[in-house]
């Protein structure tokens, strides 16, 4: 198993440019979900979704959009990038009825 | 509001000695606790879990202890090495339908030779 993979690692934008951040799993997981991670601050849930076809708001969802068609696939899209959008993002995972979350590599996001 | 908070921000102990990580919670209705370590540059990675009708659990150098009383948990790492250097998250899960884990903000910890 691959686990949860994300692409790109790093990703530089100017203000205004939209992007999307790819995440797959391959474990057959339901729930996938994305956080961002600042300075000092702990991991911040932004969208998650229970499965295909399902998405729902995190914490901070402003800014972000996610669709999930296939259990596989959870891209996190930026329409319009604003420099406060600058962080460390990471996909993660899990069975629905488990508790123990399994985390990408992460991409690292600068918004100039 | 409710939050999850560790004690200290860094923590620097010596090869071969025993670290001890602390995390405070304070919501009441968690019922489940996770330890990830984060190397620079990579995702959190799972160490450990306690589910809240357990006071310990070990594992492989590590032990995590659960205090409910006090809203109180902490990792155990036992000989460190220098590879335990990173930042450790602590985790909190409350019981019910919308399960959303919430992270404290991490502690450094640094292994000295």
């Known amino acids: 198993n691959a686990g949860v993979t994300q692409t790109p690692k790093f990703q530089v934008l100017k203000t205004g440019q939209s992007m999307t951040l790819q995440c797959a799993q391959d474990?057959?997981?339901?729930?996938m979900s994305w956080y961002r991670q600042d300075p000092g601050m702990g991991l911040r849930l932004i969208h998650y979704?229970?499965?295909?076809?399902?998405?729902d708001q995190g914490e901070v969802p402003n800014g972000y959009n996610v669709s999930r068609s296939t259990t596989e696939d959870f891209p996190l899209r930026l329409l319009s990038a604003a420099p406060s959008q600058t962080s460390v993002y990471f996909c993660?995972?899990?069975?629905?009825?488990?508790?123990?979350?399994?985390f990408g590599p992460g991409t690292r996001l600068t918004v100039l | 509001g409710e939050s999850v908070g560790l004690h200290l921000p860094t923590l620097s102990v010596q090869e071969g000695d025993n670290s001890i990580i602390n995390c405070a919670y304070s919501n009441s209705a968690s019922d489940y606790f996770i330890w990830y370590k984060q190397e620079s540059g990579k995702g959190p990675q799972f160490i450990i879990d306690?589910?809240?009708?357990?006071d310990k659990r070990q594992g492989q150098r590590v032990t995590v202890l659960l205090n409910k009383t006090v809203k109180h948990l902490s990792l155990q790492i036992a000989a460190t090495q220098p590879g335990d250097s990173a930042v450790y998250f602590c985790a909190d899960l409350p019981s019910g339908s919308a399960r959303q884990l919430t992270f404290g903000s991490g502690t450094q910890l640094t292994v000295l030779p």
């Open positions: 474990m057959n997981h339901e729930y």
């Open positions: 306690i589910r809240s009708n357990m």
């Open positions: 979704s229970v499965g295909a076809g399902i998405t």
């Open positions: 993660a995972s899990r069975k629905l009825r488990a508790d123990t979350q399994y």
